[in-house]
């Protein structure tokens, strides 16, 4: 028996959701959701004893956007006065962004330009809080990883887009039917209204869905482990659904 846990992380507690599956004699079983999940739920839930973590959160930032405003808060930043067209494309994505781009034709937020930095700030605090037992390695080797609920959807042939939101709840709900044709062994129990009312209790299972995959060593590993620990690191899964049992 093991746990998984998957947290839909958000900047604020309305919009946060954490899923717990237990693992067993060829099952997965849903067996907690919390909703509006504040600082001290999320935290207790990251260092769950006997679990790995999957957080749908940039773990940090492009090295070189932190290089970049280290030296322009010392006021010794240069930047080449020929700024070929994309050349902020370094200062914004991750390797792991690129890295996904190119593997799966997926694009993730910008942790330095776009609202998602407000949920890393929140990350990044929590994980400042972790108890020094928990390894909390930014590549994911350790108790939590980053994950990327429209990549794993991707990657295991299901829908992974349009799913978000009231607008879209009846695709949603096709979506949870597609999943649990795609992994029979997996049972919602009295959490299967929630996985479908809300796409963020649907995201929080996807991402403890992946934790498994990376606790099997089903993920991609980082292409540059020295980077992935400084700028974090998204565990794409390489295995189908069936193998997680």
């Known amino acids: ?11 604020e507690p309305p919009g946060t959701a954490i899923a717990a599956i237990r693992w067993g004699g060829g099952r997965a079983v849903l067996d907690e959701v919390a909703t509006h999940a504040d600082d001290e739920v999320v935290l207790r839930w990251m260092q769950h004893p006997d679990g790995a973590v999957g957080i749908d959160c940039p773990f940090g930032w492009p090295a070189p956007f932190v290089a970049m405003i280290a030296d322009h808060t010392a006021a010794r930043l240069r930047v080449p006065g020929d700024r070929p067209s994309g050349w902020r494309r ?114 929080a299972v996807l991402c403890a869905l992946v934790a498994r ?5 089903f993920t991609e590993p980082p292409t540059d482990v020295e980077l992935a620990r400084r700028e974090g690191w998204i565990h794409v899964p390489t295995r189908p659904l069936a193998d997680l049992t």
């Open 1 to 11: 028996m093991g746990v998984t846990v998957g947290i839909d992380l958000a900047a």
């Open 90 to 203: 370094e200062y914004a994505l991750r390797e792991t962004d690129r890295h996904v781009q190119a593997t799966t034709g997926l694009s993730p937020l910008s942790v330095s330009a776009d609202k998602i930095g407000h949920v890393a700030i929140r990350l990044v605090a929590l994980i400042s809080e972790l108890d020094p037992a928990v390894n909390s390695s930014l590549d994911g080797s350790g108790a939590i990883a980053e994950t990327y609920p429209a990549a794993a959807l991707r990657v295991w042939g299901l829908p992974h887009r349009r799913y978000k939101g009231d607008k879209y709840r009846h695709e949603r709900s096709a979506l949870v039917d597609a999943l649990l044709v795609a992994a029979p062994w997996l049972d919602l129990g009295d959490h299967a209204g929630s996985v479908r009312d809300s796409d963020h209790v649907l995201d």
């Open 213 to 217: 995959a990376r606790q099997r060593g």
